[in-house]
C-alpha cells in the first residue's frame, strides 16, 4: 500500500519568500498520477497540479511542481497572501487506487 | 462548466447507515473517461479518499471502508449515491464528491462544496 509521506507539517514563510514543499511516496508513483491540491479554511480542495507539474486551469505561474518515482516537489515562488493554506499530495493508480497525504500547512510568519 | 454539489443527513445516530447524493452538472457519466469519487476529511484532519465510479460502472474502493461502502450511479438523474454502513463517531465528516476524468488530467479536478455529517446519538 502506497503511504504519501509530505514534509514539512507546517512551513511559516512570509509574502514574497519562495516555499518548498515535498512528498514522498513508499513507492514509486506514475508522475501521470500525481496531484497537488490547495485548501483554504472552510473551503473545498482546489486542484493546483497535475501529472506532478502541469498547471491546472487558472493557477498562476509562480505554482510549479516537479518529480518523479517516489520523490514530488511543489514549489510557489514568490508568496502572495492568498497562498497561505493547506496543502495535499494525491496519487492515484496504485494501492490504494487513490490516496492523499496528510497535507503541509502554509502559515504566515 | 462542472459543478457538483452534495445532499443528506447533517446528523446521523451511530450504526445508522449515511446515504449521501452527489448531483452534477456539465457533464454525463455515461460519457467514456468520466468518473466520480467521494472524499471525506473529518473535522482538522487530512483529506480521505473512499471511493470512484467509472462511467462503465465500475467501482473501486478504499480498502479500509470497502465493506462498509456503497455507490452507484442514475446517469438520467446526473446523480451518484454513497451509501455508509454502520456508521460511528470517527465517520463524522466533510464528504465531498468531486469529478475526474481518465482523459487528460486524471485528477479530481472539479468538487462540491462538501456537506458536513455528524454522528451522534
Known amino acids: 500500500e502506497i503511504v504519501l509521506t509530505q514534509s514539512p507539517g507546517t512551513l511559516s514563510l512570509s509574502p514574497g519568500e519562495r516555499a518548498t514543499l515535498s512528498c514522498r511516496a513508499s513507492?514509486?508513483?506514475?508522475?501521470?498520477?500525481l496531484a497537488w491540491y490547495q485548501q483554504k479554511p472552510g473551503q473545498a480542495p482546489r486542484l493546483l497540479m497535475y501529472?506532478?507539474?502541469s498547471r491546472a486551469t487558472g493557477i498562476p505561474d509562480r505554482f510549479s511542481g516537479s518529480g518523479s518515482g517516489t520523490d514530488f516537489t511543489l514549489t510557489i515562488s514568490r508568496l502572495e497572501p492568498e497562498d497561505f493554506a493547506v496543502y495535499y499530495c494525491?496519487?492515484?493508480?496504485?494501492?490504494?487506487?487513490?490516496?492523499f497525504g496528510q497535507g503541509t500547512k502554509l502559515e504566515i510568519k | 462548466q462542472i459543478t457538483l454539489k452534495e445532499s443528506g443527513p447533517t446528523l446521523v445516530k451511530p450504526t445508522q447507515t449515511l446515504t449521501l447524493t452527489c448531483t452534477f452538472s456539465?457533464?454525463?457519466?455515461?460519457?467514456?473517461?468520466?468518473?466520480v469519487g467521494w472524499i471525506r476529511q473529518p473535522p482538522g484532519k487530512a483529506l480521505e479518499w473512499l471511493t470512484l465510479?467509472?462511467?462503465?460502472?465500475?467501482?473501486r474502493f478504499s480498502p479500509s471502508l470497502r465493506s462498509r461502502l456503497t455507490i452507484t450511479k442514475d446517469t438520467s438523474k446526473s446523480q451518484v449515491v454513497l451509501t455508509v454502513t454502520n456508521m460511528a463517531p470517527v465517520d463524522t465528516a466533510t464528504y465531498y464528491c468531486?469529478?475526474?476524468?481518465?482523459?487528460?488530467?486524471?485528477?479530481?479536478?472539479?468538487w462540491g462544496l462538501g456537506t458536513l455529517v455528524t454522528v451522534s446519538s
Open positions: 501529472g506532478a507539474s
Open positions: 468531486a469529478h475526474r476524468s481518465t482523459i487528460g488530467k486524471n485528477a479530481f479536478d472539479y
Open positions: 513507492q514509486s508513483v506514475s508522475s501521470s498520477y
Open positions: 494525491q496519487q492515484y493508480g496504485s494501492s490504494p487506487l487513490c490516496s
Open positions: 456539465g457533464f454525463s457519466l455515461s460519457t467514456s473517461g468520466m468518473a
Open positions: 465510479i467509472y462511467w462503465d460502472d465500475d467501482k
